[in-house]
Each structure stands twice: as C-alpha cells, then as structure tokens.
C-alpha cells in the first residue's frame, strides 16, 4: 500500500511539473498560431487553455496536450480575409465567422467520435506514421527558425552580430540543460525543460541582455501583451452574422478541412503517445472530446485546435502521464493569463526555442535512416512522400495521400497473387484450382486463366484456396459462369464460402444448380468454420 501511495504522489508532482512547463511553452506558440490566422493572440491563448482543459478532463488519451495549432491556423487565413471582405473594416467580420466555423467543425468532429469514426486512424500504416512523425519534426523545427528574425522598419529581416551570437548560445544552453540533467543520477528525475527555462530566463533578467523575450513577441506582432480576463461568451457571433444558408455555404467547407485535419492530426498523435507510454487511448472518446472543446472555444471566443505533438512530446518526457497534467498546464496558462502575464513576458524566447529543438530531436524518427535498406521500396517512397507533403502542404494531405498510395500498393501487389492450377479428372472434366484473393484489382488476372473456347464440356472451377472479397469478384465469377454457358459448357463452382455462395444465389437462382453443396474436404470446413478450426487445434497439445 505504501508503494501504492508513493507511487501516486510521485506521478502528481511529475504531472504539475511537467504542466507547468507545457504552460510556459504554449505562450509562444498559441500567440504565434493566433498571427498566423490573422487574430487578436488573446484568441488563440483562450483557445489553448479551453481545449487543453475540455481535452484533458473528457478526452480519450491522458498525457496528450491540445490547443491552438498551426496546421489550422493556415487554413483560417483565408477563412478570416473572406469573412472580413464581407463587411466594412471596421466590423471585423472574418474573427465572427471564425468563431462560427469552429463550432461547426467541433459538431463534425463529435458526430465522428458518436459515429465511432475513430477506429478508423488503424488503417494508417506504419511507414505513414512514421513519415508523419518526420514531416511533423521537420515543421516544428523551420517554424522555430522565425524565432532568429528581428522586426526593422515594418519587416523581419535576420539576427546579425551580437544579437545572433546570444541567440545561438542561449538556445544552446537550453538544450545542453536538458540533455546534462538526465545524466546526473541526482537529478534525473527533475523537470529539465523546466529547470532549463527558469536558468535561462535568470540570466537573462539579472544580467539585463538585450534580448527577445515573449513580450517583444507579442509587440513586434502587433499584440498590445498578453494581459487578459476569464473568457466569456461571445454572443456578437451570433448577431452579426446571419443563419442562413449563405452563411452555412461559406464556413462549411472551411469547417469541414479543419475537422479532418484537426482528427487526423489529433489521432495520429494519439498513437504516438500511445506508443511511447505502452498504454492504450481511446480514439472515439478523444474525437468527441476535440468536438465539444472546439464547439465550446467558438462560443467563448477562441480560435479552435486540435492535439500538439510538440507539447504532448514536452510533457510525456517530463513524466506527465494522466489528466492531471494536461489540465494543469490549461490552468496555468489562463492563470498567466490572469495574474502573471508580467512575468511570462520576460521570458526570452531562446529558452522555448531551446525545448522546441529538443522536442524535434526526439520526435524525428532516426530510426528511419537505418530500417531504409531493410525496408520495401515503396514503403520507403510513402515514408518520404508523407515527410514532404507534411512540409510542403499540411498533414491532412500528406496523411490522405499515403494511405491511398499505400492501399494502391497493396491491392497491386495482392493483385498479382491470383494462380490457377490447371489439372484433368478421370472423365475429361478439367478443373482450375484458384488460389490467391480475388477482389476488384487480381479480376484481370483471373479472367486470363480461363480458356472457354477450348476447354472441355465439363468444368471446375476449385475455390478451396482463395477468398472471395468483394462485389467486383462476385460480378467476376457471374459473368465467368454465363460465358461457358453461353457456349453450352456444364461449370461447377466448388468451395465458395457460405456468404459468397449466399450472395450469387441471391443474385441468381440458377447458382443453386451450378454451385455444389456436398463436399467432402476437411480443408473446406476448416477453412468455413474458424470456430471448429479452433476447437480442433485445442485437441492438440503442443
């Protein structure tokens, strides 16, 4: 029991702790997301402490951070100038449709999770996965590169002198911090992202350098700070802008990419967390979560989100592991929000471009670099196909486009299985003996092993080594059977498994006749009944 308890205590502080630092690293980015759709940095803090809070509590994967992220925020840009071309300038039209949009994408989204659409981020494979992950590292860290710019006469131009120098070395204090702590047996159990952030921002502070800091952020961004109040609802959403059906033509379509990004990013995350844990989450339960939180964001103001990799890596290596984590660093960062934002406006930006590169090292999958010999060379080309979309485009693309590819690639190679042994019976009866899936991709290579116009009177046509899979290999066999009676040929159809012999006697009564029932073939019923195959094995000991 005393370990028990000890135990839980231990996963406390490592939650708070970490949660702490997921809060100081969610500044920067939910106010970088917010320039980047064309709002107020209010809007995606709010955003990032609703969802990482509704997420947290209700969602399907603890440990897993969500927020503002930047994969929506480039979809809102033209969402945004639209919405405001709509009205005079003044109005301020594009942020109403935002808001307005992301209720409807949180409505999609849930009805995903009701509909129990979730299950179906498991057909993903493993090369998309891990293209996934790469691309996703290799975003995270060129949007960090902006970080090494500086605002002169209206325009960002690159760090020179002094001020890169400092730069550089900063960052590289934050990641030889966090990669020493661990080193140290004493101190390995600290929170080095945080412990990294704290020292940096002490130098920085005490010795008085002239460097960027999260204030001269939000400034040089066209922010006034990042004093705020409690969120509370926006009811002008509701007024100035008409429900009609103009309106719902306009945000539906924006509404619906932001909720298939906003899954397939979130989904995707969540089997990674669930990798680097060895625990389970649960998919349907995390897509009602993101909906509900996105639908109560647009009510209260905030710019939606979905799952971050980068923040969920953060506080997984700093030992968040359940809710408690995820909620503290909502909690605080509204309490920065609130109470603090003095302070967080001093911490310079180095040290959280510091724990972002860190998070890029351990989120790439080098391992990629070793398997690219061992692998098959089109899994290899998805891998690098989804790497690039993801940088080049967005994840929604590069995702959809892998697992078409990859499905392409299986269908060809599953394709090119189909055989056909060809033998003759005692009575001249001549029997094809298929072997290999028959599906709508091996169907040209199946109709090429029939000759009707030579064979004999009398044909089988041997199923006991294949599988029938769909309509397209249904339709094959029908028309297969009216082409040798059409040329007055008896066929005989043998070893059809019960739901494909159910299915061409409904399409087809004569099937009865041409479909032979009483076989005397243990491979047959073994293969029918998986139940009596199991419970043959279990007459075994092995």
């Known amino acids: 029991m005393a370990s028990f308890i000890r135990k839980r205590v231990q996963n406390v502080r490592n939650d708070i702790l970490s949660g702490i630092t997921v809060a100081l690293a969610l500044v920067p980015e939910a106010v970088a997301f917010a320039f980047v759709a064309g709002v107020d940095p209010l809007v995606g803090l709010y955003a990032a402490f609703m ?9 399907g994967r603890p440990g897993m951070i969500s927020g503002a992220t930047g994969a929506l925020a480039v ?7 639209e919405g405001n071309a709509m009205g005079s300038p ?3 039209l594009g942020l109403y449709y935002l808001f307005l949009t992301v209720i409807l994408m949180g409505i999609i989204q849930f009805l995903a999770g009701v509909f129990k659409l979730g299950k179906f981020v498991r057909l993903i494979p493993h090369p998309v996965m891990m293209g996934f992950v790469n691309g996703l590292a290799i ?6 590169l902006g970080m090494f710019t500086q605002q002169v006469n209206g325009e960002k131009v690159w760090l020179e002198g002094s001020a890169l120098y400092w730069m550089i070395g900063l960052v590289g204090l934050t990641m030889l911090i966090m990669w020493g702590l661990p080193q140290i047996k004493a101190a390995k159990k600290l929170p080095e992202a945080l412990i990294a952030i704290l020292v940096v921002s002490g130098i920085v502070i005490f010795s008085g350098l002239d460097v960027a800091t999260v204030g001269s952020f939000i400034r040089d961004g066209g922010g006034e700070g990042l004093k705020g109040g409690f969120p509370v609802p926006v009811l002008e959403t509701f007024t100035k802008i008409p429900l009609n059906m103009k309106t719902l033509s306009f945000i539906f379509p924006y509404a619906l990419i932001l909720a298939a990004i906003g899954l397939i990013e979130s989904l995707m995350t969540l089997n990674l967390i669930d990798d680097l844990t060895e625990t389970r989450g649960n998919s349907n339960r995390e897509c009602m979560a993101q909906g509900g939180a996105n639908i ?15 923040q969920s890596i953060i506080n997984i290596k700093g030992g968040g592991r359940g809710r408690l984590s995820g909620i503290t660093a909502a909690v605080f960062l509204l309490m920065f929000i609130l109470f603090a934002s003095s302070y967080i406006e001093q911490v310079p930006i180095a040290a959280l471009v510091g724990v972002m590169f ?10 990629s670099f070793r398997i690219i010999n061992k692998i098959p060379r089109a899994d290899l080309i998805v891998l690098i196909m989804v790497s690039s979309l993801t940088v080049i485009f967005d994840l929604a693309i590069a995702v959809i486009a892998g697992v078409i590819v990859s499905a392409l690639v299986f269908s060809w190679e599953n394709a090119k299985r189909i055989r056909a042994r060809k033998r003759f019976k005692e009575d001249g009866t001549k029997i094809y003996e298929i072997w290999g899936p028959l599906f709508f991709g091996s169907i040209s290579a ?4 029939f000759d009707v116009k030579n064979d004999p009177d009398s044909v089988e046509i041997d199923f006991v080594e294949s599988r029938v ?3 397209s290999a249904l339709e094959a066999i029908f028309n297969l059977v009216e082409k040798y009676e059409a040329a007055g040929k008896k066929i005989t159809l043998k070893h059809l498994s019960q739901d494909c012999k159910i299915l061409l006697n409904k399409a087809n009564p004569k099937f009865k006749e041409v479909i032979e029932e009483a076989i005397d073939d243990p491979r047959y019923h073994l293969a029918a009944n998986p139940e009596q195959f199991e419970k043959s094995l279990s007459d075994y000991t092995f």
């Open 358 to 367: 860190m998070v890029v090292i351990g989120t790439f999958a080098w391992s």
């Open 139 to 144: 975003v995270i860290f060129l949007s960090q």
């Open 469 to 471: 899979s769909d309509h």
């Open 90 to 92: 003044d109005e301020n």
């Open 296 to 310: 109560i964001t647009g009510l209260f103001g905030g710019m939606g989100g979905c799952a971050m990799i980068g």
């Open 75 to 81: 979809v809102m840009v033209n969402l945004v100038s």
């Open 51 to 59: 969802i990482g809070l509704i997420t947290s509590i209700f969602g």
């Open 446 to 449: 199946f109709n090429e092993k």
